[in-house]
């Protein structure tokens, strides 16, 4: 077992908080145990474990663990300290399941279990093979949105685009999926999230025209269950022209309801987001080749968002 620190950082922590600051990770606080056997859907209700990336499937990143309050948290005190191995930017949060935490930083993507009975150890860490033709096309730093985790494995993508499954008590690769390719300007930086019997990832690259998606993986095999696009086809979006719904109008979208707000072949690197318009139905003029569609604040959705 790898060393963290001193003898005083075997004091019994169970999470409350962690907070990254440049290429430290301090913890402060304490909580408690679930077996890793339950689902996420009962494992949420529980405040004492942080069990997916926004905490619950509402997605608030909320806690409602009354411990640390206004009254008190001027007297916080750094517990332990680690160094995470990387001097790049840190925007992942930890997955913390009973006396586990798991994190995963940015590029090279190691991911570290630590028990917090001992947090002067690592359990194990994960060091991915590195790709050097990700960074190069890695827009806003290599950065990483943390891991996931659903019975017993914890879901990790590396910035090269492979989604790694690990034995959450081993660290071994279970599985391994290759869902983006650099080479075609494609990126992973976002958290997984699991539901159901499925991960569900996307792909970044709107910089270099990669025309983005969605894709669920089977949860224990890895086996790709679907991939739905941006925009295209509705085939290729997996909407129905008969059976989707057009928020703003209360009709059926239609066929090619995607492609028809772009000009020309337009569609084909228009966006690597899956994102969802505020105002359904509303579209702006058309951007330029290879820009980047946006949500705007005050008029709803930029060409091929609908």
Same mark, same amino acid.
């Given at each position: 077992?790898?060393?963290?620190?001193?003898?005083?950082?075997?004091?019994? @922590?169970?999470?409350?908080? @962690? $907070?990254?600051?440049?290429?430290?990770?301090?913890?402060?606080?304490?909580?408690?145990?679930?077996?890793?056997?339950?689902?996420?859907?009962?494992?949420?209700?529980?405040?004492?474990?942080?069990?997916?990336?926004?905490?619950?499937?509402?997605?608030?990143?909320?806690?409602?663990?009354?411990?640390?309050?206004?009254n008190?948290?001027?007297?916080?005190? *750094?517990?332990?300290?680690?160094?995470?191995?990387?001097d790049?930017?840190?925007?992942?949060?930890?997955? &913390?399941?009973?006396?586990?935490?798991y994190?995963?930083?940015?590029?090279?993507?190691?991911?570290y279990?630590?028990?917090?009975?001992?947090?002067?150890?690592?359990?194990?860490?994960?060091?991915?093979p590195?790709?050097?033709?990700?960074?190069?096309?890695?827009?806003?730093? *290599?950065?990483?949105?943390?891991?996931?985790?659903?019975?017993?494995?914890?879901?990790?993508?590396? !910035?090269?685009?492979? @989604?790694?499954?690990?034995?959450?008590?081993? $660290?071994? *690769?279970?599985?391994?999926?290759?869902?983006?390719?650099?080479?075609?300007?494609?990126?992973?930086?976002g958290?997984?999230?699991?539901?159901?019997?499925?991960?569900?990832?996307? *792909?970044? $690259?709107?910089?270099? $025209?990669?025309?983005?998606?969605?894709?669920?993986? +089977?949860a224990?095999?890895?086996?790709?269950?679907?991939?739905?696009?941006?925009e295209?086809?509705?085939?290729?979006? @997996?909407?129905?022209?008969?059976?989707?719904?057009?928020?703003?109008?209360?009709?059926?979208?239609?066929?090619?309801?995607?492609?028809?707000?772009?000009?020309? +072949?337009?569609?084909? &690197?228009?966006?690597?987001?899956? !994102?969802?318009?505020?105002?359904?139905?509303?579209?702006?003029?058309?951007?330029?080749?290879?820009q980047?569609?946006?949500?705007?604040?005050?008029?709803?959705?930029?060409?091929?968002?609908?």
């Amino acid at each position: 077992m790898a060393r963290l620190g001193g003898s005083s950082l075997s004091r019994s @922590l169970r999470l409350a908080t @962690l $907070g990254v600051i440049g290429a430290g990770a301090f913890v402060l606080g304490a909580q408690a145990q679930t077996p890793a056997s339950t689902s996420l859907t009962s494992m949420q209700k529980n405040p004492d474990n942080w069990v997916m990336p926004t905490g619950t499937y509402n997605n608030w990143r909320y806690s409602p663990l009354k411990q640390i309050n206004t009254n008190n948290v001027k007297n916080m005190q *750094v517990a332990w300290s680690m160094s995470t191995g990387t001097d790049r930017g840190l925007e992942g949060q930890p997955i &913390v399941i009973g006396n586990m935490m798991y994190y995963e930083t940015s590029y090279p993507n190691y991911v570290y279990a630590i028990d917090l009975n001992h947090p002067d150890q690592i359990a194990w860490k994960f060091e991915p093979p590195h790709d050097s033709n990700a960074p190069p096309v890695a827009c806003c730093d *290599v950065v990483n949105r943390g891991p996931a985790f659903s019975d017993g494995m914890v879901y990790a993508d590396a !910035l090269d685009g492979v @989604l790694y499954a690990l034995d959450a008590k081993t $660290g071994k *690769v279970v599985w391994q999926a290759k869902n983006a390719h650099p080479q075609d300007g494609q990126t992973m930086t976002g958290a997984p999230m699991v539901v159901g019997k499925n991960v569900i990832v996307g *792909v970044a $690259g709107g910089e270099y $025209g990669v025309r983005g998606y969605l894709t669920a993986y +089977d949860a224990k095999t890895g086996k790709q269950v679907w991939r739905a696009y941006s925009e295209g086809p509705n085939k290729d979006m @997996l909407m129905s022209a008969t059976h989707t719904i057009n928020g703003a109008t209360g009709k059926p979208i239609g066929a090619h309801s995607s492609i028809k707000t772009w000009q020309g +072949d337009q569609w084909k &690197v228009g966006e690597p987001h899956v !994102l969802r318009d505020r105002q359904p139905g509303h579209v702006e003029p058309e951007p330029t080749p290879r820009q980047e569609p946006l949500v705007d604040d005050h008029h709803g959705a930029q060409p091929g968002n609908r």
